[in-house]
């Protein structure tokens, strides 16, 4: 167990876990992504009747079993007659963790304490009681590192306490509450928990509750599957048979929704979930209730992952498959984690006569197949020709060329392609990529000498930006919403030697009920011909887009390419 939720106490415990920018507001809807919500809390979304991990911070272990009687009331109990009772970690649906010292052995442990309302049935009492013995029976079988181990179990007054080891560490829950995780991070934590199904499916085991706050990260680079409260285990009598409902609803998969009998699939799935939710910052099935989460899990199709690409973007859109029949199995996810964290191929690099132009780096199959002259001439002509200032495409992008505006956008490979719609009477030349949550968009406009009766066309690219500069002072209804005085960083550009201009603006949407922060960045160019390109990329002002919105600029600005002089 961990003190799930803590503050930092001492130097053991992790703080960063390759975090990227933090996650929106607990509760509020993300702003951006119109499929999902915000992965913390959520208007009324009712607690899971599995044994949460806890969240409250884990109190300094106290110096004497008196300290601890005034620090947590229950503090200095024996358990079992050897588990005497330090601190409390936190509780969950069904329990309330401490930090324990065996006495017998002289070592630190965790212990459960069952914690059943009075109320409840007789039945129904008996029925938890049984499912924390079920936890402590699937977890002490399984062998595994990245399985908590089961020490003990102590009858107290007939209700089970279950002993186990105390992982030094937070939860990837609590974690994820303070940034996302790189891929590399949460391909690390796929594979770890990965393991762990691999061997609670192998003894017939099913999990059932797989979700960040049942995900241990602890000293070592070790990361831990625990709280296998809810556990199904072959052979075994169902506890839910009767109608109850247990799971987190956002992590359960459709085929338990609709009260199929589950298989491993079913938490191959809620991993999924998980790498989607640790590295995207949004959980894609959350909604406000239990009702509507439900339903997003049986229908809603949830934006492709932005942040994860390449093998990690496979595993996850390939275990969010409905149909568990057509999604990826442990062999095919583990190939493709690994792929993940595997060290890039070896490289050589070619600087260009003189130390112009950039570098490249060439794979070794590349120099085995080609000779060294033949490829460095050819890829000295694409480089200089074909995109004059560009490095190599990041992974996952492609070029797209687009005929009627001569020119080839270079954009995510999954952005989706938008055109206007062909009328007589318009004179209008552009085309937009947009990624699937609608939270970026790369557009190229063209405005054509011939067509420009109006002297929309300035004298020069940075003559363009000024005066668009100007517009968008003067007029609060330029574009989307926009208010008065939005902020501009306007700057003088090259393209192919010759004047370009750039503008960066920052503004927030003039809504009363829900404004929005929006930055813009903008590339101007004029052609020998008087043609007006101008590229703009948008994307949040604010928020975990912001960052991508940026980067997704920066290349697609730096690998624009013109057909015309």
């Known amino acids: 167990m961990s003190n799930n939720g803590a503050a930092r106490h001492g130097a053991d415990e992790p703080t960063s876990f390759a975090l990227q920018p933090p996650n929106p507001q607990a509760g509020v809807p993300h702003p951006y992504n119109p499929y999902a919500t915000s992965a913390q809390g959520g208007g009324g979304q009712p607690q899971p009747s599995a044994p949460a991990q806890p969240q409250s911070p884990a109190p300094a272990q106290p110096q004497d079993p008196a300290a601890a009687q005034q620090q947590s009331p229950g503090a200095g109990r024996l358990i079992g007659g050897r588990y005497r009772l330090i601190a409390k970690l936190g509780h969950g649906g069904m329990g309330t963790v401490w930090r324990a010292k065996d006495e017998m052995v002289d070592r630190e442990v965790a212990v459960k304490e069952p914690r059943i309302p009075d109320h409840l049935p007789e039945r129904e009492r008996a029925n938890a009681f049984e499912r924390m013995r079920r936890e402590a029976r699937a977890a002490a079988r399984l062998d595994h590192p990245s399985v908590v181990n089961v020490h003990d179990v102590a009858v107290v007054d007939g209700q089970p306490w279950i002993v186990m080891e105390l992982v030094q560490g937070r939860s990837l829950g609590s974690v994820l509450q303070e940034g996302t995780l790189d891929a590399r991070e949460a391909a690390r934590v796929g594979l770890a928990v990965l393991g762990a199904l691999e ?327 004029k052609t020998t011909g008087g043609d007006l390109y101008k590229l703009t990329v948008g994307y949040p002002g604010k928020g975990d887009f912001t960052e991508r919105g940026r980067e997704v600029a920066k290349t697609a600005i730096a690998n624009l390419d013109i057909d015309r002089p």
Do not use: C
């Open 199 to 525: 061997a609670a499916h192998a003894a017939g085991i099913l999990h059932r509750d797989v979700k960040p706050d049942n995900i241990l990260l602890g000293r070592h680079d070790r990361i831990v599957l625990t709280d296998f409260g809810i556990a199904q285990i072959e052979g075994e009598t169902n506890l839910t048979d009767t109608g109850g409902f247990v799971g987190s609803p956002e992590y359960i998969a459709p085929e338990r929704v609709l009260g199929q009998r589950p298989g491993p699939a079913s938490d191959l799935w809620s991993l999924g979930v998980v790498l989607y939710a640790a590295t995207e910052g949004v959980s894609p099935f959350r909604r406000s209730n239990t009702p509507a989460t439900l339903q997003s899990v049986l229908n809603a199709t949830p934006a492709p992952p932005a942040a994860a690409r390449g093998p990690l973007a496979e595993v996850i859109n390939g275990l969010l498959q409905k149909d568990p029949a057509r999604r990826l199995n442990a062999a095919q996810v583990r190939t493709r984690l690994e792929q993940v964290l595997a060290p890039p191929a070896p490289t050589q690099v070619v600087q260009f006569a003189g130390g112009r132009g950039p570098a490249l780096r060439l794979g070794r199959k590349a120099w085995l197949g080609l000779g060294a002259a033949v490829v460095a001439a050819a890829v000295t002509a694409y480089v200089l020709i074909v995109r004059p200032f560009a490095g190599p495409l990041p992974e996952g992008w492609k070029t797209r060329h687009e005929k009627a505006l001569a020119a080839t956008l270079a954009v995510p490979e999954e952005y989706q392609r938008e055109v206007p719609e062909r009328r007589s009477f318009d004179r209008t030349h552009w085309v937009a990529y947009r990624d699937w949550s609608g939270s970026i968009t790369v557009k190229l406009d063209l405005l054509k000498k011939s067509e420009d009766s109006g002297g929309r066309i300035k004298d020069s690219a940075a003559a363009q930006m000024y005066d668009e500069n100007d517009s968008f002072k003067k007029s609060g209804d330029y574009s989307l919403d926009m208010p008065k005085d939005p902020k501009t960083q306007p700057r003088e550009s090259t393209y192919r030697g010759r004047q370009a201009a750039e503008n960066t603006i920052s503004y927030t949407t003039d809504d009363r009920t829900r404004p929005k922060p929006v930055e813009l960045r903008i590339f101007y160019y």
